[in-house]
């Protein structure tokens, strides 16, 4: 009997990390392991988020954002309905109920909800956090295509952007504003901008460098209120720094779990839907979360796709590999050696924007001078648009902010994700951002090889000049140097030139 | 005079190692006794105009080297070599096979080749194993080599010829995009065909390390990218991405002559530039400005600008996702609208000296001659017309060159292997198990000039002719055939390996016919390439002895020049369609999974291997050249300063570089060239210097290449620096 039952999946949202544990079950379909059908509110597959700001700045086509081909999905078999929210889950009879009408019933069932935009709680917005933003004109968040087309009919007008938030998305919005020619005004509470994750010294030179973007950049602003005319968003009224005017406000102030279908069957929330370390919702083993929505092992959903698509990869092999249990068959406990996906997947922050390298990973408050466990190593060029902070603890990289520094900054991240040890010398990763690394200073002798193809050295090359040849053909048919791949033919030269007085 | 007509004084022909296929030439002229000392010179030739390297130089050292084998040499009961006479080492071989296959069946006897071998070796061993053996059980080394190359290339294009375009090409090129491939060194009279891109500003080298090619790319002449091992793919999926994103792709050739640009899209849709940084350790700015160079170039170059060219190389594709990233690549010059257009184009640099030709005449497990597969029966029988044999005489698909070696001697492998012109007890991955395997064989034979460190494990060794004693063609890394000329009389002793074929194929009463005579098994093999992908029925060997210049496919509908310059057969491919039924390229999305086993846990280094200018291959030749011996004696351990500091390593020092495959001792060799996370070491020595003692038998699930480039190791300084 078992082995008749053919299980039905159903996936609730169709964002990336949807996709990628999408991508993850398609063998199990081509299997025919079980029927997977997906349900979106948004009519699009699967898109990049990431790069939405580069769409509302028309500098990336929309048509590039999609990390899925919808096609080759229904070639494959998935059941794709999009465009259809789920209204409600009933749990005890497996069925997720559509708000087009159709029901699906399931054996498995994956939350992939995401999150929403947070609606900070200002006068004339309606913050009720629960309900997908009901926002007057003009004031937008950036978290679906259609935030982006409606941006951008902003800044296509000219219009003066005002951005809300100093976090990432707000930055990096900015930046692709700015990138394209718009000036937009990053508004923020707090000294400096990205300052919960970057210490003081590197949030200073983040809004120096901001500004030389083309990122008006207004801090420690404490907003009050929108302020509207007939037309729309006119300006944020603030404590103290009166009335920012604008054509248009981005809320960039974080996002929220999308938890209310979840906890509509009875599943427990808390900043995300809860689930154990494996992904599980439920006590049967039939209802997991992932992504944005979740609340992992008490773990606050981390609002970056790396997590997020760790687990996807996980849950995927997981069920393959694991059978749901059969229709009628009681619930049973996953069995005790089952590992577990990557807990507390890095908290790595890359800045996106182009000319204005920052990354920024762990805890880098800690100042070269507190004393302590960790080791604090600090290198700061202001003018140059420089900035380096390592915190090490036992040898082992906590923290860092890398800014302008470009090859260390990527080095580092690799380091950080690894637990590597560093270099001794701190300085070391300073200079791998150095284009004029030379081979070697010291004067070749008269041993050394100057011609790698034939072997001949700066001996051999020297007494063919001594004994008369004039020019870099004689000395290879004299020694055989310049003779293979050519690259040393401008030491031969240097050498000719040096024997022959002017 | 042309340089490359008969001069009766001299002797034109090609240098014996890599796929460059140098014209040089040698003195005394055709079929002269072995002398001292034979003078080598560079011949002008397009490859290499004239210019060779040290290992080209000094190659005649090896034709009249005291330690060259002069006789056949069996096993003896005492474990040491008797010389015994060609009779009696012919007829021993003959029996041991017939009575394995009697006991065991055929597939007990196997045959190993190489991308050393003549083309008309190659073409009569996958003949001498099919029919003569009977066995399915052939593959070669390059396996090792080029199979992901190969594989990606039939995906994509439907062909797979090395440089689908002549070398020459890249003279003009604008911007030349090099992955994995450090011709400075390993055929380094290349580099000239880079100086008009570095003139340009536009040579762009990813490496690992900062290696000789990589410095080419110094004060302006390009930029160098260096990622950390095993993440080559994300690290193109990101230049896709931006390629895609900036909307930087050709439209129209897309739209025209290649499938799949949806699903392409959609598998770059994840990889933009920060997280592609965040995986490689390449900064994003610097993937943007290499993807918008590679744009504008592309762009130009169809406007009159010079090409445009991405260029694949074994650091590439030795990874067990080896054949995704080069279709990485190939999607990126897709994107750019290159191959098949004068613009520029796709090409993978082949590394041994017939490489190309040695993997299309019927030395792979599936393969038959011309590029033909064994499991097509169309394909037989046109193959088994021109033997002379039924269809159904021809074995079907055997296994590739890993789990032929791994299996050697267990249950389901081989107990007798034949090996030709290859050393896989030192360039096999895991060659600890490969050497157990070789240990565990009933009989083994190994061909050889040298007693190899495979030789030295035989029961019997047949000694052979080098290259300048034997007649036959080759075929080089942009696809021209090319003659190799005999210009010494064969020593005392050794024999042809189409004579030692001819002689057993006699002795096993074998179907077909097998000649001892290059040009007789050279029109045999026209014949049977007739038709296949690799044709090459219109190739004339009067032709290639007057200096043509071949290029195939070749049939007998091409007319064939001798005029000095002119090309003839397929010199560019593609210009008219690609190879598949529609014409049409394939943009085959690929994902970033694992590529090859997990690096950087804590405490490991990442192991890349990889060659020195002075050696060739496993060293087997090089090493007896007095001159390459003395200029690197020894594998040396290339590590960054900080990375040999932070574990107490000075320079010189003996280190022990481990895993949990093996162990191999090397002296540190300390340069900032290394990353931080990484060690080199060359895999041209022997013994305990084996760098192939510590990599994985893990192959790619498509092409069967080992990956090579990603092992796992930790580092273990021994007594005092030196």
């Known amino acids: 009997m078992s082995q008749m039952f053919r299980e039905r999946i159903v996936v609730i949202g169709f964002g990336p990390v949807a996709a990628a544990l999408i991508e993850g079950l398609l063998p199990g379909l081509a299997a025919g392991l079980f029927a997977l059908d997906v349900v979106s509110a948004e009519e699009h597959a699967a898109y990049n988020r990431v790069l939405l700001a580069e769409v509302a700045a028309g500098a990336t086509p929309a048509g590039h954002l999609g990390m899925i081909d919808p096609l080759r999905l229904a070639a494959a078999g998935v059941g794709l309905h999009l465009g259809e929210s789920a209204t409600r889950v009933d749990r005890s009879r497996r069925l997720v109920f559509l708000d087009s009408g159709r029901t699906l019933a399931y054996d498995r069932l994956v939350f992939a909800t995401g999150a929403r935009p947070v609606v900070p709680t200002l006068n004339g917005l309606d913050f009720a956090p629960h309900a997908e933003a009901n926002l007057p004109a003009g004031v937008m968040a950036l978290r679906t295509l259609e935030d982006a087309a409606a941006l951008s009919r902003v800044l296509v007008s000219g219009g003066r952007v005002l951005v809300l938030g100093g976090g990432i998305l707000g930055i990096e919005a900015a930046l692709a504003m700015a990138e394209a020619g718009h000036r937009p005004v990053l508004v923020h509470h707090g000294p400096v901008p990205l300052g919960r994750a970057v210490d003081p010294d590197g949030g200073m030179l983040l809004a120096r460098c901001l500004r030389a973007s083309g990122v008006e950049v207004v801090s420690g602003v404490r907003a009050t209120a929108v302020r509207r005319d007939s037309a729309g968003f006119t300006a944020l009224a603030t404590e103290d720094h009166g009335e920012i005017a604008g054509d248009a406000l981005l809320l960039s102030c974080g996002v929220r779990a999308r938890t209310e279908l979840a906890a509509g069957c009875g599943l427990k929330v808390g900043s995300g839907i809860q689930t154990n370390e494996h992904l599980v919702a439920d006590t049967e083993n039939r209802v997991f979360a992932l992504g944005d929505c979740a609340e992992v092992a008490g773990a606050a959903p981390a609002g970056l796709l790396a997590p997020g698509w760790a687990q996807a990869g996980w849950l995927a092999d997981f069920l393959l590999k694991h059978r749901a249990p059969a229709p009628d068959a009681p619930s049973r406990p996953l069995d005790p050696g089952t590992e577990a996906p990557a807990q507390g997947a890095s908290n790595v922050l890359m800045l996106k924007g182009q000319g204005m390298e920052l990354v920024v990973a762990g805890n880098v408050m800690a100042g070269p001078w507190d004393g302590g466990r960790a080791r604090v190593s600090v290198f700061a060029d202001p003018q140059a648009g420089q900035y380096l902070k390592l915190v090490t603890e036992d040898e082992v990289l906590t923290g860092f902010l890398a800014i302008g520094l470009p090859r260390a900054g990527a080095e580092l991240v690799l380091a950080f994700e690894r637990g590597s040890t560093l270099p001794q010398d701190r300085s070391t990763l300073l200079r791998l951002d150095d284009p004029g690394i030379p081979g070697s200073l010291a004067a070749a002798r008269a041993d050394d090889q100057l011609c790698r193809c034939t072997g001949a050295t700066h001996g051999q090359v020297a007494r063919a000049v001594e004994e008369g040849c004039d020019t870099v053909a004689e000395v290879g048919t004299a020694c055989r140097a310049g003779t293979g791949c050519g690259g040393c033919r401008g030491k031969i030269e240097a050498m000719l030139r040096v024997s022959v007085p002017a | ?722």
């Open chain 2, 1 to 722: 005079m042309t340089s490359s007509a008969v001069d009766t004084r001299t002797t034109p022909t090609h240098c014996p190692y890599c796929a460059l296929q140098c014209g040089i030439s040698l003195d005394p002229g055709p079929g002269a006794e072995a002398r001292e000392p034979v003078l080598l010179a560079g011949r002008d030739f397009e490859t290499n105009g004239g210019a060779l390297c040290r290992k080209g130089y000094s190659a005649a050292n090896l034709l009249n080297h005291p330690e060259r084998l002069g006789s056949p040499l069996r096993r003896t009961a005492d474990g040491g070599f008797a010389p015994v006479g060609w009779d009696e080492a012919l007829e021993l071989l003959a029996q041991r096979a017939a009575s394995i296959r009697r006991e065991h069946g055929a597939d007990a006897v196997a045959v190993f080749g190489a991308g050393g071998l003549t083309n008309e070796k190659a073409y009569q061993l996958g003949k001498f194993a099919r029919l003569a053996l009977g066995t399915s059980r052939i593959d070669y080394n390059g396996r090792f080599c080029m199979s992901s190359a190969a594989a990606a290339g039939n995906r994509a294009f439907g062909l797979d010829r090395g440089l689908p375009f002549p070398l020459a090409d890249l003279d003009s090129a604008s911007m030349i995009l090099m992955l994995g491939s450090n011709v400075a060194e390993t055929m380094p009279p290349f580099v000239r065909h880079l100086e008009h891109a570095r003139a340009c500003g536009g040579l762009i080298v990813v490496d690992p390390r900062r290696s000789p090619t990589a410095e080419l790319c110094a004060d302006g002449s390009g930029w160098h990218l260096q990622p950390t091992p095993g993440t080559d793919l994300q690290l193109l999926l990101g230049l896709a991405h931006v390629l895609l994103a900036e909307n930087m792709v050709d439209d129209h050739y897309l739209a025209k002559r290649t499938y799949g640009l949806a699903g392409l899209r959609a598998s770059v849709g994840a990889w933009w530039p920060e997280r592609v940084a965040a995986t490689t350790g390449v900064p994003a700015a610097e993937i943007r400005r290499t993807a918008r160079a590679l744009g504008a170039a592309a762009s130009a170059a169809k406007t009159g600008g010079g090409g445009v060219f991405i260029l694949t190389g074994r650091g590439v594709e030795q990874h067990t996702n080896g054949t995704d990233t080069t279709t990485a690549a190939i999607n990126i010059a897709l994107l750019l609208g290159l191959p098949g257009t004068p613009g520029g184009g796709f090409g993978t640099i082949t590394g041994q000296g017939n490489g190309q030709g040695g993997r299309e005449h019927g030395q792979k497990a599936d393969q038959l001659p011309g590029y033909r597969k064994i499991t097509d029966p169309a394909h037989r029988k046109h193959v088994a017309g021109v033997w002379g044999v039924d269809p159904a005489t021809i074995p079907g698909p055997g296994i590739p060159a890993t789990e032929l070696l791994h299996t050697l001697g267990t249950a389901s492998g081989a107990r007798m292997l034949l090996v030709h012109g290859s050393n896989p007890v030192l360039s096999s991955p895991d060659a600890a198990q490969v050497l157990a395997g070789i240990r565990r064989l009933d009989f083994l034979v190994v061909c050889d000039f040298f007693l190899s460190e495979t030789a030295a494990e035989a029961d019997l060794v047949l000694p052979v002719l080098q290259w300048a004693e034997e007649e036959g063609t080759m075929t080089n890394l942009e696809g021209r055939v090319l003659r190799r000329r005999a210009a010494l009389r064969a020593p005392e002793g050794a024999r042809g390996e189409l004579w030692i074929m001819a002689e057993l194929a006699k002795r096993l009463e074998s179907p077909g016919t097998f000649s001892a005579d290059a040009r007789e098994v050279f029109e045999e093999l026209r014949l049977a390439s007739a038709g296949g992908l690799a044709d090459y029925s219109g190739v004339d060997w009067d032709d290639l002895d007057a200096g043509a210049a071949v290029y195939w496919p070749c049939s007998t509908d091409h007319a064939v020049s001798r005029i000095p310059g002119q090309r003839s057969g397929t010199p560019r491919l593609f210009l008219d369609g690609f190879a598949h039924p529609d014409a049409r390229a394939r943009l085959v999305p690929v994902y970033a999974g694992a590529s090859g086993e997990e690096l950087h846990s804590e405490g490991q280094l990442a192991l890349v291997t990889g060659r020195l200018l002075e050696h060739y291959q496993t060293g087997t030749q090089t090493r007896r050249v007095a001159e390459l011996a003395a200029a690197a004696p020894e594998a040396r351990l290339e590590i960054h300063p900080a990375t040999a500091r932070s574990r107490g390593i000075a320079e010189g020092q003996r280190v022990a570089v481990r895993n949990r495959r093996g162990e191999v001792v090397a002296r540190a060799a300390l340069s900032t060239s290394a990353r931080l996370d990484t060690v080199f070491l060359p895999f041209h020595f022997a013994g305990n210097q084996n760098a192939n003692l510590l990599t994985a038998a893990r192959v790619d699930p498509i092409s069967a290449m080992p990956g090579f480039k990603n092992a796992s190791v930790s580092l273990h300084p021994l007594g005092e620096a030196s």
